[in-house]
């Protein structure tokens, strides 16, 4: 049970991440409407992880580390580093969000986003998305990358 929820835990992370760039993508080329639809799914995703990672951790289900020592030092500067910034990506998705739907508000629709006082929210929503993408893929990739390391090195210690 603990050890599904852990395997859909990562499928929606790593989903989450893939959103995330063609999200990128969108908005790259323009389009405004599939930027926004690829970012609510990525959100969506991410909010999902979030509710079956708080579960395996209720479940109490966890994994240690077992595999060659001269590795150990990389994986857990790999783990540290992930957790860091898996807990600073919430506030930043969070920050990126609400500055792009307060200026949707008021810019009333997205062709419309140039307006004065909705180019406002923008200009923030662009200065807080320079670190939540980069952010967010790096907890997406390493996520898997842990997921993958343990699936062959890892020790049940509990659950
Ligand atoms: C957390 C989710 C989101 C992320 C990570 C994100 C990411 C990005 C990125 C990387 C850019 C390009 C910035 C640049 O070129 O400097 C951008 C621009 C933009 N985003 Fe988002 N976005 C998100 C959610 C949204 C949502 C929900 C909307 C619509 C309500 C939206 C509307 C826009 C618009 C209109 C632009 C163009 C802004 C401009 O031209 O100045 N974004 N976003």
Known sequence: MAETINQW????????GVALVFGVYFIRRGNREAHLRAMATASALATVFLVLYLTRLGLGYEKRY??????????????ISH????AVNLPL?????????????????????G???ARK???????????TVPVWLYVAVTGWIIYLVLGRYGEVIKG
């Open 66 to 79: 077992a595999g060659p020592s001269e590795w150990r030092g990389a994986y857990f500067a790999l783990l």
């Open 9 to 16: 835990a990562v499928i929606t992370i790593v989903l989450s």
């Open 115 to 117: 307006a004065p006082a």
């Open 93 to 113: 998705a969070l920050g990126a969000l609400y500055n792009s739907v307060k200026g949707l508000r008021i810019a009333g629709n997205l062709g419309n986003i």
């Open 121 to 131: 929210y923008f200009n923030r929503h662009r200065a807080w998305v320079r670190w």
């Open 83 to 86: 957790i860091i910034l898996a």
